[in-house]
């Protein structure tokens, strides 16, 4: 089975300096797809990035940006030019590419953002 | 307008009673999804269905009752609800292929007293 494993409960980060989150990840499988989402205390999920594990390029999306590991399973997210409104729980998520899979969650990282 | 919607965004019950959850998508996805986050955030998925076809039936009590008019819906119905029931219930859909990110509904808190 599949497990998604995120080691730091809690993070903090002052304000405008830059910040990463880690994940690993378990599986057998050689294809898949890897996710952050952001949820702030609105509880709305919000998906911050996503990375294909076929492609070697990590993805990026304005400040958001991935360090994927596919040998060593591990898909950590960086945040640059930490803001207030990036304060939230973000959650690393797995699924596999195939038919209309579940994604599995880690436990979350809550990150607070030091004015 | 909004993508994936719930309704209600709060429940509060007392143990015994039948409630349901309805949510609605128009994004036009094929695949809808009913997740459940606990007291610690946990987030796990409970049922999916893909064009009003049951496909992930996870490890639930049979109290727990989806259903799925048309694609665009996606209802819980609890039976008999119990404490630990109380949790955030989250909606969220996806589509084929390069559109197979899930996107999330507002969510659900459902308190049980």
């Known amino acids: 089975a599949q497990t998604v494993t995120q080691s730091q409960p809690e993070m903090s980060v002052q304000e405008a300096e830059t910040v990463t989150l880690s994940c690993t990840y378990d599986?057998?499988?050689?294809?898949?797809?890897l996710f952050w989402y952001k949820q702030p205390p609105s509880r709305q999920m919000i998906l911050v990035i996503r990375?294909?594990?076929?492609?070697?390029q990590n993805a990026t999306e304005n400040r958001f940006s991935v360090n994927f590991q596919k040998a060593a399973k591990s898909f950590s997210l960086k945040i640059s030019d930490s803001q207030l409104g990036d304060a939230a729980m973000y959650f690393c998520?797995?699924?596999?590419?195939?038919?209309?899979?579940?994604?599995?969650f880690g436990t979350g990282t809550r990150l607070t953002i030091i004015p | 307008d909004t993508a994936v919607s719930q309704t209600p965004k709060y429940l509060v019950t007392q143990m015994g009673n039948d409630k349901s959850i309805k949510c609605e998508q128009n994004l036009g996805h094929d695949t809808m999804y009913w997740y459940k986050q606990d007291s610690k955030k946990f987030l796990k998925i409970m049922f999916s269905?893909?064009?009003?076809?049951?496909?992930i039936n996870e490890t639930v009590p049979n109290r727990f009752s989806p259903k799925s008019p048309d694609k665009a819906h996606l209802n819980l119905h609890i039976n008999s609800l119990e404490l630990g029931d109380s949790a955030v219930y989250f909606c969220a859909s996806s589509g084929q292929g390069v559109h197979y990110e899930q996107y999330f509904g507002p969510g659900t808190r459902l308190t049980v007293t």
């Open positions: 998520a797995y699924r596999i590419p195939f038919g209309n899979e579940k994604l599995t």
């Open positions: 599986t057998s499988e050689s294809d898949y797809y």
């Open positions: 269905y893909n064009n009003k076809e049951l496909i």
């Open positions: 990375q294909e594990a076929y492609k070697q």
